[in-house]
């Protein structure tokens, strides 16, 4: 069984700091993609950034040049780096990713979300 679990949420004021990581643990036997998203209240969840296996990095627009995802393929994790937070990138923040387990198939998995609240 695979599972993606987030930490490090929190409330922090505009202009802060948090870093966001994910762990994927279980039956994995290789992992594509990984990335972030985030869905605010009424809206629909939207793709924040994303990187390859190799470290092909994707960012959405609105993060660039403030958030920084990164992965450690050795121990199934990847982190988001979030700078110069605003109070628009409040939302609830998931982990994503497409993996290969020992069912033999190719896997789109969701972490359980991590609050994110940019507020003074």
């Known amino acids: 069984q695979v599972q993606l679990v987030e930490s490090g949420g929190g409330l922090v004021q505009p202009g802060g700091s948090l870093r966001l990581s994910c762990a994927a643990s279980?039956?994995?036997?290789?992992?594509?993609?990984m990335a972030w998203y985030r869905q605010a209240p009424g809206k629909q969840r939207d793709a924040v950034a994303s990187?390859?296996?190799?470290?092909?990095?994707n960012y959405a627009d609105s993060v660039k040049g403030r958030f920084t995802i990164s992965r450690d393929n050795a121990k199934n994790t990847v982190h988001l780096q979030m700078n110069s937070l605003e109070p628009d990138d409040t939302a609830v923040y998931y982990c994503?990713?497409?993996?290969?387990?020992?069912?033999?198939?190719?896997?789109?998995?969701w972490g359980q979300g991590t609050q994110v609240t940019v507020s003074s």
């Open positions: 994503n990713s497409w993996l290969l387990s020992t069912s033999l198939r190719w896997t789109e998995y």
């Open positions: 279980g039956s994995i036997l290789s992992i594509n993609t």
């Open positions: 990187i390859s296996d190799g470290g092909r990095t």
